[in-house]
């Protein structure tokens, strides 16, 4: 028997509005015997599938029927804030750490009276939890309360590669359960609205319209951002760029031992301190903009704060090119900050369309996804025009494209580090291709994204964020 009756009976005991202790008292069983069919922890037998399809009025069948579930994404209208592209947390990961903990903050303060947790994580949850700490941070935020973490490496049914199912109880009654998925950046989905879903903002979703109605009404793309969003939003962008200022200056003060049993050196303070003997103007910068690059994703491997970039396994490359070009350049915060306006545009494009998860699509979906706003970053730093914004990322993911999730150990260490030092220089490059190249480009940003959705759909799933393809087989 496949596990395809726990979702029938599921469905159909919400259907005729039953609790888990109506239906186990209608069976003669225990409630907990109820629940683990539910959660495909044991199997009913089939006295019980006769005495369900008797109670529920449906044939034996039914229970036995691959479930129709719906993965793909509600036609998509307008988008949400950026704010939900820049969040700060902490690291190791923002679908692993950040997500987990925003359920599990919203689910204990629904349930108030509970007195026990169970929480379920399901597919690179459950594969790479361990690595990226987040049994740690859902034991922490439910604390409290006591709580059982269960890692369920069997299950592929499930609707997102990031789902987890949150139960509460009191006195040994189950009193709730939500289903979520922690779809990428920090960002969570609750299953059948348990909550409310975030407010649309935009009312444009592609690029090409975003563009057309900028250059008709004379828009920078960060005017465009600021024409959508509430007044809050300058505050919070103020916030975050004083974030990875600190992650970059605390970064490069830091010594040591990365946790987590890889044995990784901490490598930003050498970097930034070293100097090649010939070194020229373009060795430097490559080393000053990888070093601010490699403090971001250090401090975020030691589980430091930093802020999503799109995601936290990507948040050093926006705040490298950054950093480097105020720092060279002196350019001042609010110049910073509307070009943080216009990276996070790119990558509420790229989370409205495709994906900045690589547990969904791979490296390509966080790494290229920060690529690609780190430079539009430096496009509206510079002052380019639209059409040379647009280029710039859209480079910056084509040439990321198929990029898998392969971390060592599951820790966001090898090659996720190396990778957001790669990822600026990239973003520098496109930037510079852009400028000169942009009136010969074929391909759109609308296009490539659309590309990179697919060709994440098309990754098998060992390359999305389970630590079991790729550089995750080499042994330590
Ligand atoms: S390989 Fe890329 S997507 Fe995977 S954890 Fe590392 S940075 Fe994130």
Not at 435 to 448: G, M, Y
Request: charged share 20%; hydrophobic share 35%.
């Amino acid at each position: 028997m496949e596990k395809f009756y726990y979702q029938a009976i599921k469905e159909l005991r919400i259907k005729n509005n039953m609790s888990q202790k109506a239906l186990s008292e209608n069976l003669g069983i225990s409630n907990r015997a109820v629940s683990k069919w539910e959660n495909g922890l044991s199997q009913p037998s089939a006295e019980h599938i006769f005495s369900l399809s008797k109670i529920f009025n449906v044939p034996m069948d039914y229970f036995y029927q691959k479930p129709h579930i719906n993965t793909d994404k509600e036609p998509i209208s307008g988008m949400n804030s950026i704010t939900e592209i820049y969040k700060i947390g902490r690291g190791p990961s923002s679908s692993h750490t950040i997500g987990p903990e925003k359920a599990c903050k919203i689910f204990k303060s629904k349930n108030p009276t509970a007195n026990f947790f169970k929480i379920i994580l399901y597919g690179s949850l459950a594969k790479t939890g361990k690595g990226h700490g987040t049994d740690t941070v859902i034991k922490k935020t439910l604390l409290p309360i006591c709580c059982d973490i269960e890692f369920n490496f069997i299950d592929e049914n499930i609707p997102h590669p990031n789902t987890m199912v949150l139960i509460a109880y009191k006195n040994d009654l189950e009193i709730d359960r939500a289903r979520v998925f922690s779809v990428g950046g920090g960002n969570i989905v609750f299953e059948n609205s348990y909550v409310e879903s975030l407010k649309t903002i935009y009312k444009h979703n592609k690029f090409i319209d975003i563009a057309e109605y900028c250059k008709n009404g004379k828009l920078r793309l960060w005017e465009y951002v600021k024409e959508n969003e509430n007044q809050q939003l300058e505050s919070h962008l103020k916030e975050v760029w004083e974030t990875m200022k600190a992650s970059i200056e605390k970064g490069l003060e830091s010594e040591g031992i990365l946790p987590g049993g890889l044995e990784l050196q901490k490598k930003a303070k050498t970097l930034y301190n070293s100097q090649h003997i010939d070194e020229t103007p373009e060795t430097k910068e490559n080393r000053i903009v990888c070093s601010y690059a490699f403090a971001v994703s250090e401090q975020n491997a030691d589980g430091k704060t930093i802020v999503t970039a799109p995601t936290c396994g990507a948040a050093g490359v926006v705040p490298a090119v950054l950093y480097y070009q105020q720092k060279k350049n002196n350019f001042n915060d609010e110049q910073i900050i509307h070009s943080l306006m216009t990276a996070g545009l790119i990558g509420n494009l790229i989370k409205t369309n495709a994906s900045i998860s690589g547990a969904e699509c791979g490296c390509q979906a966080e790494i290229g996804s920060a690529c690609a706003m780190a430079a539009a970053a430096l496009g509206e730093l510079f002052g380019l025009s639209i059409d040379k914004i647009e280029y710039a990322a859209e480079i910056a993911i084509e040439h990321h494209l198929g990029l898998t999730c392969d971390p060592i150990c599951g820790l966001v260490q090898i090659p996720c580090i190396e990778r957001n030092a790669v990822a600026a220089m990239r973003a520098i490059n496109a930037v510079n291709l852009a400028s000169f190249l942009w009136s010969t480009r074929k391909i759109s940003l609308d296009n490539v994204i659309q590309t990179m959705k697919e060709t994440g759909q098309d990754l098998s799933s060992p390359y999305k964020e389970t630590a079991e393809a790729g550089l995750a087989k080499i042994k330590f």
